[in-house]
């Protein structure tokens, strides 16, 4: 990652700030500072106070909240064009989750003041602004519905199938395709713990709706695997 990052071609990248023109963007390019965050680094953590708005550059970055008892559960992951904390920029509280690098990851910073004048100058900017925090919020209030609503069973069933149909390949043994993280990275998003993924992985896997070896994931039914976000606990 030594080569360096058109930063004005960043933003124009970001859903945010897609409508401005390039002298706008040079101009907010020379109020941006690039960062560099290692794989398991943290960008920051919750109740810290915010200091700006994140925009990831390159790599991918996971945004989680942590339970008392140290349980995650994860709110989001985000790639390049993404933003990160958009609404602590502008209500002034500390940052609501926090934030790791999955991977080498690239951010463009910009601070809460710079990023404030600009929407000042750009309503337009602050308008899409609350339309990224809107979504946030449909996809939080989600979060809640599958968890209050839910068994375990069907969370996973209801991932798996997410997976075969975005990332599948068909074969002569059905749908096969890699988890994209650990059982307990796949727990942490489903909000409950290893051991219980990998029971109900197992109790799929003995019912013949799909195979699994580690990572490797075959699903041999997929009408059946539906099924089971119908059924009843």
Not at 135 to 152: D, K, M, P, W
């Amino acid at each position: 990652m030594t080569e360096r990052t058109d930063l004005a071609a960043v933003l124009g990248k970001t859903g945010l700030l897609s409508n401005l023109s390039p002298a706008e963007l040079q101009s907010l390019a020379a109020r941006t500072v690039r960062k560099l965050f290692s794989a398991g680094e943290w960008l920051f953590a919750e109740g810290e106070p915010c200091n700006g708005l994140h925009i990831v550059a390159r790599g991918r970055v996971r945004i989680f909240k942590t339970s008392m008892n140290g349980r995650e559960q994860v709110l989001a992951v985000e790639g390049p064009g993404r933003t990160v904390a958009e609404l602590p920029v502008f209500d002034g509280g500390p940052y609501p989750a926090s934030v790791v690098a999955l991977e080498d990851t690239e951010i463009a910073f910009i601070s809460q003041r710079d990023f404030r004048a600009f929407c000042i100058e750009h309503p337009e900017v602050a308008l899409k602004v609350l339309a990224v925090v809107g979504a946030r919020l449909r996809q939080l209030v989600g979060i809640i519905e599958e968890l209050s609503f839910t068994t375990i069973r069907q969370r996973l069933a209801s991932t798996l199938l997410k997976l075969a149909q975005s990332q599948g390949k068909k074969t002569a043994r059905g749908v096969e395709f890699h988890l994209p993280g650990s059982h307990q990275e796949l727990a942490n998003q489903l909000g409950t713990v290893r051991e219980l993924i990998s029971r109900n992985l197992m109790r799929l896997q003995a019912e013949g709706l799909l195979e699994v070896d580690a990572r490797e994931v075959v699903v041999k039914d997929m009408q059946g695997l539906a099924a089971v976000l119908e059924a009843q606990g």
